[in-house]
């Protein structure tokens, strides 16, 4: 079964510490994997896919096929980093395109 | 660019009434999808349109809903005689075609309450 990982839902850390938001996936072809995030009041947008293996606003991600993870990780967190980040797949056949989520993970940076 | 434009934001019916959410995709944007997020839960994928298509509906309840994007105007996503348990936020995206280059970009949502 496809399904997409995120074991916490509450993350708090104090400004200027590391932060490393956890998501593992099960899937059985070579997915791609993104993360969206959504700040207070605004809509759900697009931080980074790990084909594009950028960096966006400080953040990173690593797809380990072993460890079948994508965590997202940034060594310095701000305040206006604060916001609901959703791990996401989209699978490698078939006709469809659907992402599939994540519960989500609340990142609450204290100043 | 406006992005994906939902409407109403809001919706408020009653048990046994229709709802109707609407969803115009990004200009130039042809392909159309709808994800239900029922609360405490991630978002969950519904139905896959392209223009009067649909491609995969897998994600749809087998009763009462239907999902529709004519050929002209907006993505229509109708619920038939809701009940309780339909309450939840219901987003739109839509991407310009589809494999790995193609992002998804969202709507910003229609929180629908079912009294």
């Known amino acids: 079964a496809q399904r997409v990982t995120q074991p916490e839902k509450l993350l708090s850390v104090f400004k200027g510490a590391p932060v490393e938001l956890k998501c593992n996936y099960s899937?059985?072809?070579?997915?791609?994997l993104f993360w969206y995030v959504q700040y207070s009041r605004q809509r759900l947008q697009l931080l980074l896919r790990h084909i594009s293996r950028e960096s966006i606003k400080g953040f990173t991600a690593d797809l380990n096929k072993g460890e079948t993870s994508f965590h997202l990780k940034k060594p310095f967190a701000q305040e206006e980093d604060s916001a609901m980040y959703y791990c996401a797949l989209r699978g490698d056949g078939g006709a469809t395109n659907k992402l599939i989520f994540g519960t989500g993970t609340l990142l609450a940076v204290q100043p | 660019n406006a992005g994906v434009m939902q409407n109403p934001r809001h919706l408020v019916r009653r048990r046994g009434q229709e709802a109707r959410l609407r969803c115009s995709p990004m200009?130039?944007?042809?392909?159309v999808y709808w994800y239900r997020q029922l609360p405490e839960e991630g978002l969950k994928f519904m139905v896959y349109l392209q223009k009067e298509n649909i491609i995969d509906e897998s994600g749809m309840p087998k009763e009462r809903f239907s999902a529709e994007f004519p050929k002209e105007g907006p993505s229509i996503l109708r619920i038939q005689q809701v009940v309780r348990g339909d309450s939840a936020a219901y987003f739109c995206?839509?991407?310009?075609?589809?494999?790995?280059?193609?992002?998804?970009?969202f709507g910003a949502g229609t929180r629908l309450s079912v009294l």
């Open positions: 995206a839509s991407s310009q075609g589809q494999g790995p280059k193609n992002i998804q970009y």
């Open positions: 899937y059985s072809g070579s997915p791609e």
């Open positions: 200009k130039g944007h042809s392909h």
